[in-house]
């Protein structure tokens, strides 16, 4: 299967920074989705993102598939953006649709 | 749409208790579903790809006798965690495709369970 790397592993912020998160991809993939996981555990889909670029409020995302990396932008971030952020690919090889998932970016927005 | 609804969304029970979770697709059909563990501060892990219709396809190192997964119909795939012990707790999460192919999947809201 394919391997997804996620940097950086922890992120700390004043309130009002921007931030790029990073994602990589060993192998191309048809499928690739942010989350944010909350602390109650909940997994609220940010972006559905094979390729090209996505905006969404303050948040942003940007997938350059020939090249094998994702982008996730939080622009002027606010205390409630803090949590862990995942991102998600599934191989072009697989058939049956099975992601997965990076390690996470822990963030931590600070007032 | 596309809501996935996981139940219950938190068990605590005895070691040797069987443990059945359910994971539904309220407003489409999912002919595949997927159930992922995930330990404190760790990411997801896919544990099994639940088929309606057919047999499980467990992923490697996951005991297909210990996690029971049935999915019976294309908005409802079960999991049960027969005779749990301490170490089964987890975080337990469903996700569903509204098609096969290249479409999001969507994710219920997980079930926490806690084994004493």
């Known amino acids: 299967g394919i391997q997804v790397e996620q940097s950086p592993p922890d992120l700390i912020l004043q309130e009002g920074a921007n931030s790029t998160l990073r994602c990589n991809f060993s192998?191309?993939?048809?499928?690739l989705q942010w989350f944010h996981q909350n602390p109650w555990g909940q997994l609220i889909n940010l972006f559905y993102i094979p390729s090209g670029t996505k905006q969404n409020g303050r948040l942003s995302a940007t997938t350059v598939a020939t090249e094998r990396y994702s982008l996730l932008y939080i622009s002027s971030s606010q205390t409630t953006d803090s949590g862990v952020y995942f991102c998600?690919?599934?191989?072009?090889?697989?058939?049956?649709?099975?992601?997965?998932f990076g390690q996470g970016t822990i963030l931590t927005v600070h007032p | 749409g596309a809501v996935v609804s996981q139940h219950p969304s938190r068990v605590i029970c005895k070691s040797g208790t069987s443990v059945k979770i359910e994971c539904r697709s309220l407003d489409f059909q999912a002919t595949t579903m997927f159930w992922y563990r995930q330990f404190p501060k760790q990411s997801l892990m896919l544990m099994a790809t639940?088929?309606?219709?057919?047999?499980?396809?467990?992923e490697q190192g996951v005991e297909k006798d210990k996690f029971l997964i049935n999915h019976a119909s294309l908005t409802l795939s079960t999991l049960t965690v027969t005779s749990a012990h301490p170490e089964d707790s987890s975080f337990y999460i469903c996700?569903?495709?509204?098609?096969?192919?290249?479409?999001?999947?969507?994710f219920g809201d997980g079930t926490r369970l806690s084994i004493l």
């Open positions: 996700s569903a495709s509204q098609l096969t192919g290249n479409q999001p999947q969507h």
């Open positions: 998600a690919g599934r191989s072009g090889g697989t058939s049956y649709g099975k992601l997965t």
């Open positions: 639940s088929n309606e219709g057919s047999k499980a396809t467990y």
């Open positions: 192998d191309s993939v048809n499928n």
